[in-house]
C-alpha cells in the first residue's frame, strides 16, 4: 500500500536523524513536547469531545469511554510522563562489552536505537504521548496505530508533539499516526518488515492475538496476565491475607493481578475461612475446587476453565494442592508466563518454586501486583512482555534498544 | 496435527528437566552423545549413503551433494563440536543485574534457559548434532525439522544422541526430530506456539522467508548476507586489496562474504586498476558503475538489481561514491544488516561510519569475514542474526538463553 510505504520509508529516514542526536537534544524535545501538550490542551479536548461523542453514541460501555475520555489534568499527566522520560537515564551508546581478540580486532558490543517502532493499540489516547516519549528518548522513529474510536484525540495529540518537534529542527516523522482505520491497513501495517524493526501491540488478548498470527515484523508480545499465588503450607497467614486481597482486589482490570490461588492442603483448614471473610468483604466471587468449596460454603464450582481464565474482575479461581510440585505443575500449564508468586516462610520451597515456575517475574511474599516498570524502578514501561525473545517483563527503555558491534582492526584478514 | 502437539508435549516435559541440570550434568551428557557419535558411524554412514544415493539419482548438485555427504572424518568433527561445546562456559544461572526498591524487594534478574527451540535447516547432517549441542548446553529442548533429503541422515544422527542422553538418565525428548516431511507439518510447526519459545531457521533466503511469513512462534532471522565494503578517501591500498580479496573469495558461499564494493571516486582512478587485477587473478566477475567499467574495461554493467544481490559466487558489484555519506546512504539501503566494513585511516570517517551503518557488524579496517561465533570468540554459534530483536550478529549460547526476575519480599504489598 502506498499510503503506508509512505509512511515507512518517512520513519526510516527519520531514524538515521534520531540516532545521531544528543541525550541533551532528545531531552529538550521531550520537554518543548509536554509543554506544547499543555499549550495545545484545548485543541486536544475539543478532538476528544469529538470521539467521545461518537463513541457515546454508539454506546461503548462505561469502562472503556472512561478510558478514551481525556480531561485537563488527564494531558497534564501526559505532558507530566513526557518530562519524566527526559529525566531517565539515555541507554543509547553504552559499551556493553568489549574484548580484543589474539588477531588484534578490538570488538565493542554497543547498545544502539531499534530503529523504527510499530505501536498497535486500542482506544486509550494516553498512550500516544507515552509511547512516543519512551521510542523517542531511545532514539527511535515510532508509527502509531491507535484505536478508531479515539482516532480525533491521537491526530490532535500527534499533531501537537509533530509540531513542537518541528521547532526544535528535530524530524516530525519521528512520531506518525496510521489515520486510515479501515482494518486492511492495520494487517498491511504488520507486514511493514522492510521498514519496522519490532511491533509492540498494547491491549487485550485478541488484539495481541491478531497481531502474532499476522505480523511478519517481530513481535514482542504484552500484557495478557492469569498469575497465581501459591498459599505454601509454611506459609506466614497473617502476611497471606493482605497479599492475596492487594493481589486480586487494588485494581482489578490489569495483568498483573492475581486470577488464580492455589493452597497447600495442610493449611487450607485453618486458612481459607478466614481467606474467605475477606474475599467475601470485598465481594469477590470465589470459584473452587470440591475441597475449596467445603471450606468455603459459597464458593462456586471452578472448572478447567476457570484455571485458564484472566478474569480481570472480581473473580478468583481456587484449588487446593498437595505439594510445592504440584503447584509449579498447575501453574506452568495454567499461566501466561506473567507473574506468580509463593508465600512462605520455607526457604527451600521459596527455591524450588523460584526456580520451577516459567514466568517472567517470580515472587516469594510479595503481590504479583509489583510487576511494573515504575515499581521495579525503570522510570516507566512501554508494557510487559510475557514471551521469552529480547525482553521479559517489564519494559523499560532499555529494552527498545538493540546493539551492534563495533570491529576495529588495522587489516586483519582471516586465514 | 496430533503428531506435532505429541512432539511439542514431550518437549515441555523434558524442558522442565533440563532446566534443572548442573553444568557438570549438562557436560557429561554431551560426551556421552560425542563418543556415541563415533561408536554408532557406522549406522550413520549407512544412513548417509541411503540419502546420497537418492539425492544423486535424484540429480541434486555436486555443490548440495557435497553438504549432504557424511564420511567417519565428518562424523568425528561433528563428535569433536560436541565435545567442545562441553567446554564452553554455561551461561544458565548468572545474576545479569540485582536491585533493592525502597520497599525492601530484592529483585534479581536471571539467565535462564530460552525454554523449547525449533530449528529449521537444509540438507546439512552436522547441523543435526550442532543444533541440539548448543540448544541442550543452554538447558534447553529442541525439536529439529531437517531437510528431506537428509532425513536417513538425521534420523539416525538424532536416535544415537538419544540413546546416549537415555543411558545417562536425561530426557531423551532432549531432543526430537519431525520425521514426517510433508510441507504441511513443517507449515504447522511453523505455528506450534504453545509449546515453542523461539524458532530459528538455517538456511538461504528462501526458507528464512518462508519462516518469517508463515510462524507465529518468534523468530530469529539467520544469514543474509549482502556486506559490503567500502574504500574511503583515506583508504591504506595496500591493506585494502588483501581484505577485499579476502572477504570476497577467501570462502564465497557464506553470508559473511563481501558481495558489493564502493570506492571514494577520489582514489578510484588509483585503486581500481590494481584491484581489477588481483580479482581478475582471482577469478571473480566484476559489475560496476559507468566510472568504474571506465577504468577497469572488462567490469560488467551493474545495474540496480546488482547491488541488492548476495551472489554467494564469484561475482563483486562494484560503485563509486563521492563521501562516507553516499556510502553510509548506499549501505543502509541495501545490504542485509549483517556485516559492512570501511577501509580507512581517517579516525573521523571510521567513526562516522560506524556510526551510521545500520548492521549487526560493523568493521574499520578488517574483512567482513570475521562476523562469526568462533573469530568472535563465543566458542560456536547457532547462527548469524540479521534482525534486531533479542540477538544481533553472532550467536552463541548466551543469545539462546532467556531471563527471569525473581523477587523476594516480605509481606510487601502494592499501595
Not at 531514524?15 to 537534544?25: A, G, I, P, S
Not at 492475581?258 to 470465589?286: Q, Y
Amino acid at each position: 500500500m502506498e499510503y503506508l510505504d509512505n509512511l515507512g520509508q518517512k520513519a526510516v529516514a527519520a531514524k538515521y536523524v534520531l540516532q545521531k542526536l544528543t541525550t541533551e537534544e532528545k531531552n529538550r524535545a521531550l520537554r518543548a513536547a509536554a509543554a506544547a501538550l499543555t499549550d495545545g490542551a484545548e485543541r486536544i479536548l475539543e478532538a476528544n469531545r469529538q470521539d467521545y461523542g461518537t463513541a457515546e453514541a454508539n454506546g461503548m460501555s462505561a469502562g472503556l469511554l472512561d478510558r478514551l475520555k481525556l480531561t485537563a489534568q488527564r494531558i497534564h499527566s501526559m505532558a507530566e510522563g513526557l518530562r519524566q522520560i527526559a529525566e531517565l537515564e539515555d541507554p543509547v551508546g553504552t559499551v556493553m562489552e568489549s574484548f580484543k581478540r589474539p588477531n588484534g580486532l578490538q570488538i565493542d558490543k554497543v547498545r544502539v536505537p531499534m530503529g523504527v517502532i510499530g505501536i498497535i493499540y486500542e482506544a486509550r489516547p494516553n498512550v500516544t504521548a507515552d509511547a512516543f516519549g519512551l521510542c523517542f528518548k531511545a532514539g527511535n522513529a515510532v508509527i502509531l496505530k491507535g484505536g478508531r474510536d479515539a482516532a480525533c484525540s491521537n491526530a490532535a495529540i500527534t499533531q501537537v508533539i509533530r509540531e513542537a518537534l518541528a521547532a526544535q529542527d528535530i524530524p516530525a516523522d519521528a512520531v506518525q499516526l496510521i489515520e486510515d482505520n479501515d482494518r486492511a491497513v492495520t494487517t498491511a501495517f504488520m507486514k511493514l518488515k522492510q521498514y519496522v524493526d519490532v511491533l509492540i501491540p498494547r491491549g487485550g488478548a485478541g488484539l495481541i492475538r491478531a497481531v502474532v498470527e499476522n505480523s511478519t515484523i517481530p513481535v514482542i508480545e504484552t500484557g495478557t496476565g492469569n498469575c497465581h499465588i501459591y498459599v505454601d503450607e509454611d506459609a506466614d497467614l497473617d502476611k497471606a491475607v493482605p497479599i492475596i486481597i492487594n493481589a486480586k482486589t487494588q485494581r482489578i482490570g490489569v495483568c498483573n493481578a492475581c486470577e488464580s490461588l492455589l493452597i497447600h492442603e495442610k493449611i487450607a483448614e485453618k486458612f481459607l475461612p478466614v481467606l474467605g471473610d475477606a474475599l467475601r468483604e470485598k465481594k469477590v466471587e470465589m470459584r473452587g475446587d470440591e475441597s475449596v468449596r467445603g471450606l468455603i460454603p459459597d464458593a462456586l464450582e471452578a472448572t478447567q476453565e476457570d484455571y485458564g481464565t484472566e478474569y480481570l474482575d472480581y473473580i478468583l479461581s481456587m484449588k487446593t494442592v498437595s505439594s510445592v510440585e504440584e503447584a509449579i505443575v498447575h501453574i506452568n500449564r495454567y499461566n501466561t508466563k506473567h507473574s506468580d508468586a509463593i508465600l512462605t516462610e520455607n526457604e527451600e520451597h521459596a527455591e524450588r518454586f523460584l526456580q520451577g515456575v516459567d514466568s517472567a517475574c517470580v515472587y516469594v511474599n510479595a503481590s504479583t501486583r509489583f510487576t511494573d516498570g515504575f515499581e521495579f524502578g525503570f522510570g516507566a514501561e512501554i508494557g510487559i512482555s510475557t514471551q521469552k525473545l529480547h525482553a521479559r517483563g517489564p519494559m523499560g527503555l532499555k529494552e527498545l534498544t538493540a546493539y551492534k558491534y563495533l570491529i576495529r582492526g588495522n587489516g586483519q584478514i582471516r586465514e
